[in-house]
């Protein structure tokens, strides 16, 4: 079964650039979340989906993040304008909808920086 | 304000060794507590321990809950090179499919 897929694997671009990850998730998951990794602070949660679906998008740092969900099988996250404090390692993950708490499964992500 | 904390924050072994990472919490309505391993990529799951005094085993790799001491362990016997990684653990709490992430605690085992 395929895993959860990101593109790019990897971005570098200028200060002020917009910059657009992408996310499909696993076939039949009803959850998909974004996380940002650092060193400093570890795995945070930006925001994630349920049924496509925004649930909770207080992880986003500012308005220069945004995150969309057209269809089950595709997700953005923006930045625009994109700030070197922006790079990280971009995850995204998805779940299924099974009842219960479910294990995330993680895609390979995106490793983001910003000159 | 709900937090996981792991230790040590990293930890260097011979080959052969066995190892034992913590993790304890404090979250509000504790669900779950879940461990990864992630190399040099995706975080990729092992366990999801529910109950307390359960161990859950695969292979070298063991871990159990304490739901009255709010923490758990990792344990990983005859460590090989390969275990090399890092090892997060995360707690569900609440209502809601939000994971509260530790740091980590990086693992190096030697040759």
């Known amino acids: 079964d395929a895993g959860v897929i990101q593109s790019p694997r990897h971005e570098v671009t200028e200060m002020g650039q917009e910059v657009t990850l992408r996310c499909k998730p696993i076939?039949?998951?009803?959850?998909l979340f974004w996380y940002r990794q650092t060193m400093m602070r570890g795995l945070e949660l930006l925001i994630y989906f349920n049924n496509n679906v925004p649930i909770d998008d207080s992880g986003m740092p500012e308005d220069r993040f945004s995150a969309k969900m057209p269809n089950a099988s595709f997700s953005t996250l923006k930045i625009q304008p994109s700030e070197p404090r922006d790079s990280a390692v971009y995850f995204c993950?998805?779940?299924?909808?099974?009842?219960?708490?479910?294990?995330?499964?993680f895609g390979d992500g995106t490793r983001l920086s910003i000159l | 304000e709900d937090k996981v904390v792991q230790s040590p924050l990293s930890l260097v072994v011979h080959e052969g060794d066995t190892v034992t990472l913590n993790c304890s919490y404090e979250v509000t309505n504790f669900r779950s507590l879940l461990w990864y391993k992630q190399e040099k990529k995706a975080p990729t799951f092992l366990f999801m321990l529910?109950?307390s005094g359960i161990e859950k085993k695969s292979g070298r790799l063991s871990s159990i809950l304490d739901k009255k001491e709010l923490f758990s362990i990792l344990n990983i016997t005859a460590t090989q090179t390969g275990d090399s990684a890092v090892y997060l653990c995360?707690?569900?709490?609440?209502?809601?499919?939000?994971?509260?992430w530790g740091l980590g605690t990086s693992l190096a085992v030697n040759p």
């Open positions: 529910t109950s």
């Open positions: 993950a998805s779940s299924p909808r099974a009842r219960g708490n479910q294990p995330q499964h």
């Open positions: 995360a707690a569900y709490a609440g209502n809601n499919r939000k994971l509260i």
């Open positions: 076939s039949g998951h009803d959850y």
